[in-house]
């Protein structure tokens, strides 16, 4: 068919006009695949040879000393940071190494950082709206009206949240602790397929971690939730399955259990107080 | 209709009242009441009030970019100046054989540098419509090139300053040369009349005087409007975190380009009204040192607050006429005193300190702090 | 719009015939006088209304080798030399103030003092004899002048030789104890004999880049000997290929010399805006002050420019330091993480220091001297000499590269200041005391700009708006080279440089401008971190 039998059909939607599809294929099993991902910075290999699998539904804990290349693996997944090597795939249909940012975003992959980053000047009600699944292009954004079903569902995070209170509140205000929380509502609108949690109980007090426990473990199933924590008191608590990083790569995999008993892991965190200790 | 949604705030009602009331009793003033009256408004007080406007204008669309976006601008004077340019080279095909040389076609400046015929980037001038939609599409498109050059590549904060200001400068440069073929250093001047109405009466001026109040007034409701949005609100959110807005999934350079754009047309429209107002455009108005004059207005006034940039540049423009009129070799030192004064003890500008004593009074938080509740929903 | 108004034929072409003509008349009777070797009898015989008596005389005296001939024969060319009207002494002008004119004697040189203009008749020449003195002042010069006055002589005579000055140079070749003298008289020979029609002549003037030589190969190539057109021809073109190259040289020089400037006023920039992440906006102005503190030097220590300019070195730094302490302390230490309002806060006070500047001293222009081992040229060939003060600017930027690599690389100072910029709070957890370093960093960085002003005083005019003009240049060969590397700075100011000089030619120095900032801005897009990005997660900020 000709370019202009193509532009001139009326039957359907140009590809660029079509709202970007989250339809993520996961028939294969799992949602997340890197393989033999490398990054290296200046010859220093922050990642090297990764290989890590996420299942559908999946609750995942990764734990792994200083350096060992955490979070340079939630910005290799989000499109922050390009690899030098190796493939990584969301679903079977999406090669995220040839997206941005936004694209990712928008398929459903939502990310909070290890340092709260909500929009202080915003009042927490704005914040979860910016939040929330929508069509995210310029002209609807700004005709944009918040309908009663919008702001039901706002209501309903901002309950889950326990920040119903303070929604007109401007972000700036809150406590360390409800910016996480609120932090992690903004993931909640973002309705993700899959959610990478940056450290979530950082400088939470023991109530505050045992409602995150709850409300992450509530989301698996419904979704797939890779959580970076230092506490391991909180990784007990949540994990089924972990995965032990050092150095770039994978160290050990399995249930907590399995993970603290294999002796070349019980050495890496050994060795690193040893050094610490030095 | 997000366009009408302004009219529903206080603060933009307000606004809209006092720039009417202002206009009403200056045009009152100045035909109703006879000469020598204490209360009478002097044709060129219109005319510097109307100067004034234009300024506002402008000021209100850096504010919109600085004060919303985050992108601190110091090239904005060279949209004005664009957006002048087209006007003036509309101004000066309507000499017509009324120049200097008498030639029907060709501007005075062009017969005297011996050019035989019009270079093709003039044509159409001639015509109000298409010159007065060069006012808007010509600065806008230089913004849109540059814009999409600069947040492409991620280009923000301190970097995208100086290369604004790299722009205007280089635009300066080029608009002095004569070969450019915009009157080099004199600039274009000496203009007859605009549509049909001769420049250099007082009804003109006064009519331009108004023309001006109404732009800045469609000026404030379309930014009002912007920002009163949910897309005000992604750009505030990258303002204060823009790697966090990305993984929201906004196309952060894409709103960060349409913003600029909006605003670079908004200061055309304010150069273009300038132009027929002081008589004269030329490539001083491209001077890096203007562009940062205007955001000095917006943050006396008040960063992200649009009336205080409205009120930064007419209190600022009022103090240089106030200046240069009595002392002028003081205003450098005001204007340079001003500059620190303002960002080491005023961060929130006038608008700010407004804000502060209102709240105190009445102990709510200000429209400018958070959008009404009202307006949101 | 500017025509070009250069073309040589129509003022040499004459010239030359009538110093032929000329010349032939005038070798004759100088037999006579030259037996005479009284100086007084010999100036008596120019005395006379009739110019060529006046060019038997002047042959006259090239012939007597009288001790004081250059000297006669220089003041007769300057219509200095001139003749009291009731002594008939003759004497020699020196200097004219209003009518007084402080005289010396012709004979002995001893001074007389002032006379009255009216009480003097002036030695009058024509142009004829101009060209001729020129020509036998270069043969004095050649007899009896030291081995640089030779050379300069030799070259003079380039295209000015006569017929009759062919024997006493072919003479004079075989005694001159320079190869370079006897070279330049070698080549001022075969242009005479190549204007005789001498093909064998251009073999000698192959490659040379004297414009005289050029002027007579041009000529030549309008001959009717098909083989001296050949040849010259040929010639020519060698002459061309060898003009391009040194061409390239001096664009490469004007090139690095103007990017020497960029490097000195953005060095200090890289510190304070690369290192510490300030921007300042009145750098410029710190570079007009150390151009001051030139001027300021040089008006202390009168008639001593040389010494006051090196003395402005220390107090250029000193002044533009303190300036900037002042200013991080006053206004920039309040504004911290607030980078768009301290460019505001700081233009501010850039305003403020020109105004002062005005008010203070003056809006108009300075005159800063240069000092005499600074002015002048290094003559490198005929067609290539380098400017010595743009030589000493270059080398100064270098030196002050090289010291602040030094102190940022071995320094106690260096150290802390990589170390506050690397992580704030845990060098100061260490023990750096982080204020400290700021000012310390900060007065550097301005002192350097002060540095830039003294160096920049020698090439451009001193005046309030100096800083402005070098204020964006100065940020875009920071930015261009990337944030926080001084090498880069150094790399992008120098290539910048010759990039300009580069353009100049074919597109002018305005637009070559234009097109060097549209360039920058389009490679900031490319590589938003410059030429030399730093890495890593650091970098991310």
Known sequence: ?278 | ?377 | MRIPCYSWTPRVMPRIVTCLLISLLAWFPMAVQAQEDDGQALLEALDTRSFDDKSDAITAIIESEHERADVWLQALLDSDLQRLKDSGRFVIALETAGLDVTVEDAMTGEAIGEVSRRDLDRLTINNALRSQLRSAISLVELYNGEQDARLDAARRLIGNVEEEQVEPLTNRMAEEPSAAVRHRLNQALAVYRLNQGDVEAVEVLSGSLNSNVRVALNRATQSEDPLVVDAATTALADIEQNLKINRAAETLYFGLSMGSVLVLAAIGLAITFGVMGVINMAHGELIMLGAYTTWAMQQLLPGQPGLALILAIPAGFMVSALVGVAIERGVIQFLKGRPLETLLATFGISLILQQLVRTVISPLNRTVITPEWMSGSLVVNDALSLTLNRMYVLGFALVVFAGLILIMRHTRLGLEVRAVTQNRNMARSMGIRATRVDIMTFALGSGVAGLAGVALSQLTNVGPNLGQNYIIDSFMVVVFGGVGNLWGTLVAGMSLGIINQVLEPWAGAVLAKIIVLVFIILFIQKRPRGLFPQKGRAAEG
């Open chain 1, 1 to 278: 068919m000709s370019f202009f039998q193509a532009l001139t059909e009326r039957d359907r939607v140009f590809d660029f006009m079509t709202p970007q599809a989250s339809t993520v294929d996961v028939r294969h099993g799992p949602i997340l695949y890197m393989e033999d991902v490398t990054v290296s910075f200046d010859g220093f290999k922050a990642i090297n040879k990764l290989n890590l699998t996420i299942d559908d539904g999946e609750l995942r804990c990764i734990i792994g000393p200083n350096g060992a290349g955490k979070t340079t693996m939630m910005d290799i997944i989000t499109g922050k940071t390009r690899p030098n090597e190796g493939s990584v795939w969301f679903g079977s249909r999406h090669n995220l190494l040839h997206m941005n940012e936004p694209e990712i975003a928008s398929l459903g992959i939502g990310r909070k950082f290890q340092k709260p980053t909500v929009f202080e000047a915003l009042s927490v009600f704005e914040n979860l709206e910016l939040a929330m699944a929508a069509d995210k292009r310029i002209i609807p954004t700004l005709t944009a009206r918040l309908t009663g079903e919008v702001k039901d569902r706002i209501d309903e995070v901002l309950e889950t949240i326990g920040l119903t209170a303070l929604r007109y509140q401007p972000a700036g205000i809150l406590s360390h602790g409800q910016k996480q929380w609120l932090e992690i509502g903004m993931l909640l609108m973002q309705r993700p397929r899959l959610l990478l949690v940056d450290e979530p109980v950082a400088g939470m007090t023991e109530q505050e971690m045992e409602r995150t426990a709850e409300l992450l473990t509530g989301l698996a199933g419904k979704q797939s939730v890779v959580v970076v924590e230092h506490d391991m008191g909180f990784v007990r608590s949540i994990a089924r399955q972990v995965t032990v990083l050092h150095q770039g790569s994978v160290l050990a995999e399995g249930t907590m259990d399995q993970v603290s008993s294999d002796p070349s892991v019980v050495e890496v965190y050994l060795g690193a107080d040893d050094e610490e200790a030095a």
């Open chain 2, 1 to 377: 209709m997000w366009l009408t949604r302004p009219f529903n705030e206080r603060s933009t009602q307000i606004f809209l009242l006092i720039l009417t009331v202002a206009v009403i009793a200056v045009t009152v003033l100045h035909l109703a009441v006879p000469a020598g009256h204490p209360l009478y408004v002097s044709g060129y007080t219109v005319g510097l009030l109307g100067k004034y406007l234009t300024y506002a204008l402008l000021a209100v669309a850096v504010d919109l970019v600085w004060g919303y976006l985050g992108i601190l601008s110091l090239g904005h004077g060279a949209f004005f100046a664009i957006g002048g340019y087209a006007m003036g080279m509309y101004l000066m095909r309507q000499i017509g054989d009324r120049g200097t040389y008498g030639d029907p076609i060709l501007p005075d400046f062009m017969v005297f540098l011996n050019w035989d015929s019009l270079p093709w980037f003039w044509y159409g001038f001639d015509m109000a419509w298409f010159a007065f939609a060069m006012v808007l599409i010509a600065p806008g498109l230089l913004a849109l090139v540059f814009g999409w050059l600069a947040f492409r590549s991620r280009v923000t904060g301190v970097y995208l300053s100086i290369i604004t200001q790299a722009m205007t400068f280089a635009l300066m440069l080029a608009f002095f040369r004569n070969e450019m073929g915009f009157g080099g250093n004199n600039g274009l001047t000496d203009f007859r009349e605009l549509l049909g109405f001769d420049l250099r009466s007082g009804a003109t001026r006064l009519g331009l005087f108004i023309a001006s109040g109404v732009a800045l007034a469609l000026g404030y409701v379309v930014c009002r409007s912007i920002v009163g949005s949910k897309l005000g609100r992604v750009c505030v959110a990258t303002r204060d975190a823009e790697a966090r807005t990305r993984f929201l999934g906004y196309r952060v350079e894409r709103f960060q380009l349409f913003v600029f754009v909006v605003s670079a047309m908004l200061a055309g429209v304010a150069g273009a009204l300038y132009v027929p107002q002081v008589g004269i455009i030329n490539p001083s108005e491209f001077d890096p040192i203007f562009s940062i004059e205007i955001v000095l207005w917006v943050a006396l006034g008040g960063r992200a607050s649009l009336y205080g940039a409205v009120i930064g540049a007419v209190l600022v423009n009022y103090a240089k006429t106030v200046f240069t009129g009595v002392m002028p070799d003081a205003w450098l030192f005001a204007l340079g005193g001003l500059f620190v004064f303002v960002t080491v003890f005023l961060p929130q500008g006038v608008a700010g300190l407004l804000g502060h004593l209102k709240r105190r009074r009445d102990d709510e938080p200000s429209d400018s702090e958070t959008p009404d509740k009202e307006a949101t929903a």
